[in-house]
Protein backbone atom coordinates (compact mmCIF):
# COMPACT_ATOMS: atom_id res chain seq x y z
CA UNK A 1 0.00 0.00 0.00
CA UNK A 2 1.04 3.55 -0.95
CA UNK A 3 1.76 6.13 2.15
CA UNK A 4 0.07 8.91 2.42
CA UNK A 5 -0.48 12.10 5.32
CA UNK A 6 -4.13 11.63 4.34
CA UNK A 7 -4.43 7.99 5.81
CA UNK A 8 -5.08 9.58 9.51
CA UNK A 9 -8.58 9.90 7.75
CA UNK A 10 -11.60 7.42 8.08
CA UNK A 11 -12.44 5.49 4.83
CA UNK A 12 -11.10 7.33 2.19
CA UNK A 13 -12.26 6.79 -1.71
CA UNK A 14 -10.92 3.76 -3.50
CA UNK A 15 -9.91 0.26 -2.76
CA UNK A 16 -9.61 0.05 1.10
CA UNK A 17 -9.04 -3.45 1.47
CA UNK A 18 -5.91 -5.51 0.21
CA UNK A 19 -5.90 -9.16 0.77
CA UNK A 20 -3.95 -11.05 -1.96
CA UNK A 21 -2.59 -14.49 -0.49
CA UNK A 22 -1.35 -17.12 -3.18
CA UNK A 23 -1.87 -19.81 -0.53
CA UNK A 24 -5.86 -18.61 -0.16
CA UNK A 25 -5.80 -18.56 -3.87
CA UNK A 26 -4.54 -22.38 -4.40
CA UNK A 27 -7.52 -23.22 -1.88
CA UNK A 28 -9.63 -22.10 -3.09
CA UNK A 29 -9.10 -23.01 -6.71
CA UNK A 30 -8.80 -26.65 -5.34
CA UNK A 31 -12.41 -25.97 -3.48
CA UNK A 32 -13.76 -24.37 -6.25
CA UNK A 33 -13.96 -27.34 -8.72
CA UNK A 34 -15.93 -29.38 -6.23
CA UNK A 35 -19.74 -29.86 -6.89
CA UNK A 36 -22.15 -29.35 -4.36
CA UNK A 37 -25.55 -31.12 -4.33
CA UNK A 38 -27.76 -28.28 -4.61
CA UNK A 39 -30.43 -29.92 -6.06
CA UNK A 40 -30.51 -32.35 -3.27
CA UNK A 41 -30.23 -29.69 -0.54
CA UNK A 42 -33.94 -28.35 -2.16
CA UNK A 43 -35.37 -31.75 -2.23
CA UNK A 44 -34.44 -32.36 1.30
CA UNK A 45 -36.39 -28.71 1.71
CA UNK A 46 -32.58 -27.24 3.45
CA UNK A 47 -32.95 -24.66 0.92
CA UNK A 48 -36.41 -23.15 -1.69
CA UNK A 49 -36.84 -23.81 -4.79
CA UNK A 50 -36.54 -19.98 -5.85
CA UNK A 51 -32.81 -19.78 -3.60
CA UNK A 52 -31.73 -23.17 -5.87
CA UNK A 53 -32.83 -20.77 -9.07
CA UNK A 54 -30.52 -18.36 -7.69
CA UNK A 55 -27.28 -20.60 -6.85
CA UNK A 56 -27.86 -22.37 -9.98
CA UNK A 57 -27.27 -18.79 -12.09
CA UNK A 58 -24.30 -18.23 -10.38
CA UNK A 59 -22.33 -21.23 -9.70
CA UNK A 60 -18.44 -21.42 -10.85
CA UNK A 61 -19.14 -18.29 -12.51
CA UNK A 62 -16.64 -15.37 -11.84
CA UNK A 63 -15.89 -12.33 -13.48
CA UNK A 64 -17.79 -10.79 -15.77
CA UNK A 65 -19.89 -13.61 -15.92
CA UNK A 66 -20.69 -13.20 -12.23
CA UNK A 67 -21.52 -9.66 -12.46
CA UNK A 68 -24.09 -9.96 -15.24
CA UNK A 69 -25.28 -13.01 -14.09
CA UNK A 70 -25.80 -10.11 -10.15
CA UNK A 71 -26.56 -7.27 -12.28
CA UNK A 72 -29.48 -5.43 -10.48
CA UNK A 73 -29.93 -8.16 -7.93
CA UNK A 74 -26.86 -7.78 -5.39
CA UNK A 75 -28.74 -7.09 -2.27
CA UNK A 76 -30.92 -10.92 -2.88
CA UNK A 77 -27.67 -12.31 -3.63
CA UNK A 78 -26.27 -10.89 -0.49
CA UNK A 79 -28.96 -11.71 1.45
CA UNK A 80 -29.33 -15.31 0.08
CA UNK A 81 -25.46 -15.56 0.92
CA UNK A 82 -25.56 -14.92 4.56
CA UNK A 83 -28.89 -16.32 5.16
CA UNK A 84 -27.62 -19.99 3.43
CA UNK A 85 -24.39 -19.74 6.02
CA UNK A 86 -26.38 -19.49 8.53
CA UNK A 87 -28.69 -22.31 8.05
CA UNK A 88 -26.55 -24.82 6.46
CA UNK A 89 -23.99 -26.59 8.24
CA UNK A 90 -21.79 -29.21 5.99
CA UNK A 91 -18.22 -27.85 5.78
CA UNK A 92 -17.98 -28.32 1.92
CA UNK A 93 -21.25 -25.96 1.65
CA UNK A 94 -19.78 -23.06 3.59
CA UNK A 95 -16.47 -23.23 2.08
CA UNK A 96 -17.88 -23.06 -1.25
CA UNK A 97 -20.98 -20.15 -0.14
CA UNK A 98 -17.81 -17.98 1.23
CA UNK A 99 -15.87 -18.32 -2.14
CA UNK A 100 -19.32 -17.06 -3.82
CA UNK A 101 -19.15 -14.39 -1.96
CA UNK A 102 -15.52 -13.21 -2.01
CA UNK A 103 -16.38 -13.86 -5.93
CA UNK A 104 -18.65 -11.07 -5.90
CA UNK A 105 -17.12 -8.35 -3.45
CA UNK A 106 -13.29 -9.03 -5.43
CA UNK A 107 -12.90 -5.92 -7.34
CA UNK A 108 -16.17 -4.75 -6.57
CA UNK A 109 -15.98 -3.29 -2.94
CA UNK A 110 -19.25 -1.21 -4.02
CA UNK A 111 -21.38 -4.18 -3.55
CA UNK A 112 -20.26 -4.66 0.34
CA UNK A 113 -22.79 -2.07 1.17
CA UNK A 114 -25.19 -4.85 0.18
CA UNK A 115 -24.24 -7.12 2.82
CA UNK A 116 -23.66 -3.87 5.40
CA UNK A 117 -27.10 -3.20 4.62
CA UNK A 118 -28.39 -6.33 6.40
CA UNK A 119 -28.21 -4.69 9.68
CA UNK A 120 -31.10 -3.03 9.26
CA UNK A 121 -33.67 -5.80 9.63
CA UNK A 122 -31.02 -7.39 11.96
CA UNK A 123 -28.31 -5.87 13.62
CA UNK A 124 -25.59 -8.85 14.15
CA UNK A 125 -25.96 -8.99 10.13
CA UNK A 126 -23.85 -9.44 8.41
CA UNK A 127 -20.84 -9.86 10.56
CA UNK A 128 -21.90 -12.90 13.17
CA UNK A 129 -22.07 -15.68 10.74
CA UNK A 130 -18.80 -14.37 9.44
CA UNK A 131 -17.18 -14.62 12.92
CA UNK A 132 -18.57 -18.12 13.45
CA UNK A 133 -16.66 -19.11 10.44
CA UNK A 134 -13.33 -17.58 11.80
CA UNK A 135 -13.76 -19.82 15.15
CA UNK A 136 -13.75 -22.62 12.96
CA UNK A 137 -10.92 -25.15 12.84
CA UNK A 138 -11.08 -26.20 8.92
CA UNK A 139 -8.03 -24.63 7.34
CA UNK A 140 -9.94 -22.58 4.52
CA UNK A 141 -12.95 -21.07 6.09
CA UNK A 142 -11.07 -18.64 9.07
CA UNK A 143 -9.00 -17.57 6.28
CA UNK A 144 -11.48 -16.81 3.62
CA UNK A 145 -13.52 -15.23 6.10
CA UNK A 146 -11.07 -12.84 7.05
CA UNK A 147 -10.58 -11.65 3.98
CA UNK A 148 -14.55 -10.99 3.50
CA UNK A 149 -14.40 -9.45 6.86
CA UNK A 150 -11.77 -6.96 6.08
CA UNK A 151 -13.53 -6.05 2.91
CA UNK A 152 -16.98 -5.26 4.79
CA UNK A 153 -15.39 -3.14 7.66
CA UNK A 154 -13.05 -1.37 5.10
CA UNK A 155 -16.15 -0.40 2.99
CA UNK A 156 -18.54 0.45 6.05
CA UNK A 157 -18.70 4.21 7.18
CA UNK A 158 -18.78 3.15 10.86
CA UNK A 159 -17.75 -0.32 10.80
CA UNK A 160 -18.36 -2.82 13.74
CA UNK A 161 -16.16 -2.29 16.62
CA UNK A 162 -17.71 -5.93 17.88
CA UNK A 163 -16.56 -7.95 14.86
CA UNK A 164 -13.21 -5.96 14.38
CA UNK A 165 -12.31 -7.25 17.95
CA UNK A 166 -12.82 -11.28 17.01
CA UNK A 167 -11.07 -9.78 13.82
CA UNK A 168 -8.03 -8.88 15.62
CA UNK A 169 -8.33 -11.56 18.14
CA UNK A 170 -8.22 -13.80 15.30
CA UNK A 171 -5.29 -12.02 13.37
CA UNK A 172 -3.04 -12.06 16.67
CA UNK A 173 -3.25 -15.81 16.66
CA UNK A 174 -2.79 -16.45 13.18
CA UNK A 175 0.51 -14.08 13.38
CA UNK A 176 2.12 -16.41 15.90
CA UNK A 177 1.30 -19.63 13.31
CA UNK A 178 4.04 -21.67 11.62
CA UNK A 179 3.00 -21.32 8.62
CA UNK A 180 4.38 -18.01 6.49
CA UNK A 181 1.43 -17.65 4.25
CA UNK A 182 -0.65 -17.10 7.04
CA UNK A 183 1.10 -14.77 8.98
CA UNK A 184 1.18 -13.09 5.82
CA UNK A 185 -2.51 -13.08 5.09
CA UNK A 186 -2.66 -12.12 8.95
CA UNK A 187 -0.72 -8.55 8.17
CA UNK A 188 -2.57 -7.74 5.33
CA UNK A 189 -5.97 -8.10 7.05
CA UNK A 190 -4.65 -5.63 9.49
CA UNK A 191 -2.77 -3.56 6.54
CA UNK A 192 -6.06 -2.75 5.18
CA UNK A 193 -8.18 -2.47 8.11
CA UNK A 194 -6.19 -0.30 10.53
CA UNK A 195 -7.10 2.20 8.07
CA UNK A 196 -10.66 2.66 9.48
CA UNK A 197 -9.13 5.01 12.16
CA UNK A 198 -12.01 4.46 14.60
CA UNK A 199 -10.13 0.92 14.59
CA UNK A 200 -7.15 1.84 15.74
CA UNK A 201 -7.51 2.10 19.30
CA UNK A 202 -9.18 -1.18 19.61
CA UNK A 203 -6.08 -2.66 17.88
CA UNK A 204 -3.81 -1.14 20.11
CA UNK A 205 -5.99 -2.47 23.51
CA UNK A 206 -6.65 -5.76 22.17
CA UNK A 207 -4.89 -8.04 24.38
CA UNK A 208 -1.46 -9.43 23.04
CA UNK A 209 -1.49 -8.08 19.31
CA UNK A 210 1.09 -5.54 20.19
CA UNK A 211 3.15 -7.55 21.18
CA UNK A 212 2.56 -10.50 18.44
CA UNK A 213 2.83 -7.77 16.01
CA UNK A 214 6.06 -6.78 17.51
CA UNK A 215 7.61 -9.99 17.51
CA UNK A 216 7.62 -10.68 14.06
CA UNK A 217 9.04 -7.04 13.57
CA UNK A 218 12.09 -8.17 16.07
CA UNK A 219 12.62 -11.44 14.03
CA UNK A 220 15.61 -11.05 12.12
CA UNK A 221 15.16 -12.85 9.43
CA UNK A 222 12.27 -11.55 8.23
CA UNK A 223 12.29 -11.08 4.60
CA UNK A 224 12.32 -6.81 3.37
CA UNK A 225 8.48 -7.26 2.22
CA UNK A 226 7.26 -8.84 5.58
CA UNK A 227 9.21 -5.74 7.52
CA UNK A 228 7.61 -3.54 5.08
CA UNK A 229 4.19 -4.75 5.51
CA UNK A 230 4.38 -5.14 9.53
CA UNK A 231 6.34 -1.30 9.99
CA UNK A 232 2.98 -0.18 7.39
CA UNK A 233 0.74 -1.43 9.86
CA UNK A 234 2.98 0.89 13.15
CA UNK A 235 2.99 3.47 11.01
CA UNK A 236 -0.75 3.68 10.22
CA UNK A 237 -1.43 2.87 14.25
CA UNK A 238 1.33 5.80 15.19
CA UNK A 239 -1.16 8.25 13.54
CA UNK A 240 -3.47 7.66 16.91
CA UNK A 241 -1.70 10.07 19.83
CA UNK A 242 -2.52 6.93 22.35
CA UNK A 243 -0.61 4.61 20.38
CA UNK A 244 2.51 7.55 19.36
CA UNK A 245 2.86 8.11 23.42
CA UNK A 246 2.67 4.69 24.56
CA UNK A 247 4.54 2.32 21.53
CA UNK A 248 8.14 2.96 22.11
CA UNK A 249 7.60 2.89 26.29
CA UNK A 250 6.50 -0.13 26.26
CA UNK A 251 7.83 -2.22 23.16
CA UNK A 252 11.43 -0.21 22.51
CA UNK A 253 10.36 0.26 19.10
CA UNK A 254 12.42 3.59 17.99
CA UNK A 255 15.94 1.81 18.31
CA UNK A 256 14.48 -2.03 15.88
CA UNK A 257 13.36 0.68 14.07
CA UNK A 258 16.25 2.77 13.34
CA UNK A 259 18.36 -0.85 13.25
CA UNK A 260 16.37 -2.12 10.62
CA UNK A 261 16.56 1.55 8.53
CA UNK A 262 20.34 1.26 8.70
CA UNK A 263 20.77 -2.46 7.64
CA UNK A 264 17.87 -1.86 5.04
CA UNK A 265 18.80 -1.76 1.01
CA UNK A 266 15.30 -1.30 0.24
CA UNK A 267 13.87 2.30 -0.10
CA UNK A 268 10.50 1.24 0.24
CA UNK A 269 11.25 0.10 3.95
CA UNK A 270 13.50 2.91 4.72
CA UNK A 271 10.50 4.85 3.47
CA UNK A 272 8.14 3.34 6.21
CA UNK A 273 10.46 3.79 9.00
CA UNK A 274 10.78 7.15 8.57
CA UNK A 275 7.75 8.21 8.42
CA UNK A 276 6.75 6.31 10.95
CA UNK A 277 9.54 8.25 13.44
CA UNK A 278 7.84 11.20 11.54
CA UNK A 279 4.60 10.38 13.22
CA UNK A 280 6.08 9.37 16.94
CA UNK A 281 7.74 12.99 16.78
CA UNK A 282 4.18 14.76 15.47
CA UNK A 283 1.88 13.20 17.90
CA UNK A 284 3.96 12.57 21.14
CA UNK A 285 7.16 14.44 20.92
CA UNK A 286 8.02 13.96 24.68
CA UNK A 287 7.15 10.44 24.49
CA UNK A 288 10.07 9.38 21.63
CA UNK A 289 12.86 12.44 21.56
CA UNK A 290 14.82 11.10 24.26
CA UNK A 291 14.48 7.66 22.54
CA UNK A 292 15.87 9.17 19.55
CA UNK A 293 18.94 10.66 20.71
CA UNK A 294 20.17 7.44 22.24
CA UNK A 295 18.98 5.66 19.17
CA UNK A 296 21.66 8.21 17.16
CA UNK A 297 18.90 9.09 15.17
CA UNK A 298 19.89 12.45 14.35
CA UNK A 299 23.41 11.19 12.62
CA UNK A 300 21.74 9.15 10.83
CA UNK A 301 19.27 11.77 9.44
CA UNK A 302 22.04 13.35 8.40
CA UNK A 303 23.22 10.59 6.42
CA UNK A 304 19.57 9.41 4.82
CA UNK A 305 19.33 13.20 3.59
CA UNK A 306 22.51 13.09 1.46
CA UNK A 307 21.66 10.29 -0.54
CA UNK A 308 19.37 10.40 -4.01
CA UNK A 309 16.30 8.79 -3.41
CA UNK A 310 13.69 8.12 -6.57
CA UNK A 311 10.52 8.82 -4.27
CA UNK A 312 11.12 12.58 -3.25
CA UNK A 313 8.64 11.91 -0.42
CA UNK A 314 11.25 10.24 1.71
CA UNK A 315 13.55 13.58 1.62
CA UNK A 316 10.90 15.84 2.78
CA UNK A 317 9.97 13.51 5.44
CA UNK A 318 14.13 13.06 6.56
CA UNK A 319 14.63 16.67 6.32
CA UNK A 320 11.30 17.45 8.29
CA UNK A 321 12.56 14.79 10.92
CA UNK A 322 15.99 16.44 11.18
CA UNK A 323 14.81 19.49 11.59
CA UNK A 324 12.55 18.98 14.64
CA UNK A 325 15.72 16.63 15.71
CA UNK A 326 18.22 19.21 15.72
CA UNK A 327 15.55 21.77 17.60
CA UNK A 328 14.02 19.68 20.29
CA UNK A 329 17.40 17.64 20.83
CA UNK A 330 19.17 20.68 22.43
CA UNK A 331 16.46 20.62 25.42
CA UNK A 332 17.21 17.02 26.25
CA UNK A 333 18.43 16.34 29.39
CA UNK A 334 21.53 14.30 29.64
CA UNK A 335 20.17 11.96 31.69
CA UNK A 336 16.52 11.64 29.59
CA UNK A 337 19.00 10.43 26.77
CA UNK A 338 20.39 8.18 29.58
CA UNK A 339 17.36 6.75 30.48
CA UNK A 340 16.22 5.98 26.73
CA UNK A 341 19.42 4.18 26.22
CA UNK A 342 19.04 2.04 29.43
CA UNK A 343 15.62 1.25 29.08
CA UNK A 344 16.67 0.12 25.35
CA UNK A 345 19.09 -2.02 26.24
CA UNK A 346 21.26 -1.15 23.90
CA UNK A 347 23.93 0.31 25.70
CA UNK A 348 27.28 2.37 24.09
CA UNK A 349 30.10 3.99 25.58
CA UNK A 350 27.95 7.06 24.93
CA UNK A 351 29.44 10.50 27.31
CA UNK A 352 27.03 10.08 30.37
CA UNK A 353 28.57 6.43 30.75
CA UNK A 354 32.20 7.63 31.95
CA UNK A 355 30.92 11.37 33.29
CA UNK A 356 32.11 11.55 36.72
CA UNK A 357 29.74 14.94 36.77
CA UNK A 358 26.86 13.16 35.01
CA UNK A 359 26.62 10.35 37.80
CA UNK A 360 27.05 12.83 40.75
CA UNK A 361 24.40 14.65 39.77
CA UNK A 362 21.99 11.96 38.53
CA UNK A 363 22.55 8.84 40.75
CA UNK A 364 19.58 9.79 42.88
CA UNK A 365 17.51 9.22 39.29
CA UNK A 366 18.27 5.17 39.62
CA UNK A 367 16.55 4.36 42.86
CA UNK A 368 13.56 6.15 42.44
CA UNK A 369 10.07 3.94 41.85
CA UNK A 370 12.01 1.32 43.86
CA UNK A 371 14.90 1.26 41.99
CA UNK A 372 13.20 1.18 38.87
CA UNK A 373 16.02 1.96 36.49
CA UNK A 374 18.68 -0.26 38.36
CA UNK A 375 16.36 -2.88 38.22
CA UNK A 376 17.29 -2.10 34.69
CA UNK A 377 20.89 -2.60 35.02
CA UNK A 378 20.75 -5.31 36.63
CA UNK A 379 18.61 -7.51 34.09
CA UNK A 380 21.02 -6.53 31.49
CA UNK A 381 23.64 -7.88 33.49
CA UNK A 382 21.80 -10.69 34.03
CA UNK A 383 20.63 -11.45 29.99
CA UNK A 384 23.15 -9.39 27.48
CA UNK A 385 25.14 -11.41 25.81
CA UNK A 386 26.82 -8.47 23.62
CA UNK A 387 30.03 -7.71 25.71
CA UNK A 388 29.44 -3.94 24.97
CA UNK A 389 26.40 -3.97 26.96
CA UNK A 390 27.57 -6.10 29.66
CA UNK A 391 30.65 -3.98 30.05
CA UNK A 392 28.63 -0.60 29.94
CA UNK A 393 25.94 -1.77 32.54
CA UNK A 394 28.87 -3.55 34.56
CA UNK A 395 30.60 0.00 34.69
CA UNK A 396 27.77 1.82 35.30
CA UNK A 397 26.87 -0.33 38.46
CA UNK A 398 30.70 0.86 40.12
CA UNK A 399 29.38 4.23 39.26
CA UNK A 400 26.43 4.04 41.21
CA UNK A 401 27.62 2.29 44.06
CA UNK A 402 30.38 4.65 44.89
CA UNK A 403 27.99 7.25 45.37
CA UNK A 404 24.91 5.29 46.89
CA UNK A 405 26.96 2.36 49.39
CA UNK A 406 23.69 1.65 51.19
CA UNK A 407 22.53 -0.11 48.12
CA UNK A 408 24.70 -3.26 48.15
CA UNK A 409 22.72 -4.92 50.43
CA UNK A 410 20.03 -4.60 47.71
CA UNK A 411 21.95 -5.30 45.24
CA UNK A 412 23.31 -8.56 46.54
CA UNK A 413 20.06 -9.37 47.21
CA UNK A 414 18.87 -9.20 43.26
CA UNK A 415 21.99 -11.07 42.42
CA UNK A 416 23.81 -8.05 41.11
CA UNK A 417 27.04 -9.01 43.80
CA UNK A 418 27.08 -12.43 42.02
CA UNK A 419 26.67 -11.73 38.24
CA UNK A 420 29.43 -9.34 38.78
CA UNK A 421 31.91 -11.93 40.20
CA UNK A 422 30.97 -14.49 37.02
CA UNK A 423 31.57 -12.06 34.55
CA UNK A 424 35.10 -11.11 35.91
CA UNK A 425 36.16 -14.30 34.46
CA UNK A 426 34.18 -13.47 31.24
CA UNK A 427 35.91 -14.01 28.14
CA UNK A 428 35.96 -11.06 26.91
CA UNK A 429 38.70 -8.51 28.42
CA UNK A 430 36.63 -5.36 28.61
CA UNK A 431 34.18 -7.12 30.70
CA UNK A 432 36.72 -8.65 33.08
CA UNK A 433 38.38 -4.90 33.75
CA UNK A 434 34.89 -3.00 34.07
CA UNK A 435 33.54 -6.52 36.55
CA UNK A 436 37.00 -5.76 38.26
CA UNK A 437 36.01 -2.18 39.39
CA UNK A 438 32.87 -2.86 40.23
CA UNK A 439 33.48 -5.52 42.33
CA UNK A 440 35.64 -3.15 43.88
CA UNK A 441 32.76 -0.62 44.87
CA UNK A 442 30.94 -3.32 45.82
CA UNK A 443 33.16 -4.91 48.71
CA UNK A 444 34.01 -1.59 49.40
CA UNK A 445 36.91 -0.45 47.57
CA UNK A 446 37.53 3.14 45.64
CA UNK A 447 37.30 0.96 42.46
CA UNK A 448 39.51 1.88 38.87
CA UNK A 449 42.57 -0.64 39.20
Known sequence: MAL??????????????????NF?????????????????????????????????AVDKKTGEDLSRAVDKEEAEYAELFISLIQKLVRLDTIQSILILIDDLLVDHEERAVYFLDLAKND????????????????????????????????ASPKPSTDAAQDLFRWTTTQLQSHNPAVVDLAVQVLESVLRQRDLRPIYWHTPHAMDALVKILKNESQTPQMQYQVIYCFWILTFNTEVAQDLNRKYEIIPT?????????????????????????ENAPEANLAAMAAAKLLAFTENLSTRKWSDGDILEDVNYLKAELEENFQT??????YQAELLSGRLTWSPPHRSDLFWTKNWRELKKDNYKLLRVLARLLSTAVDPLVLSVAASDIGHYVKRDPSSKKFLQEIGVKQRIMELM?????????????????????NGLV
Open 332 to 337: LTTFEV
Open 24 to 56: LDDLTASLRIRPIPWEGYQRATLITQRELTYIK
Open 123 to 154: PTLPYAPLIKCLRNEDEFLPLKASKILTTLLC
Open 4 to 21: SRNNNTSATEGSLAMVSN
Open 425 to 445: SNADEEVRYNSVNASWSLIGG
Open 257 to 281: LVEIAKSSIKEKVIRVIISTLRNLV
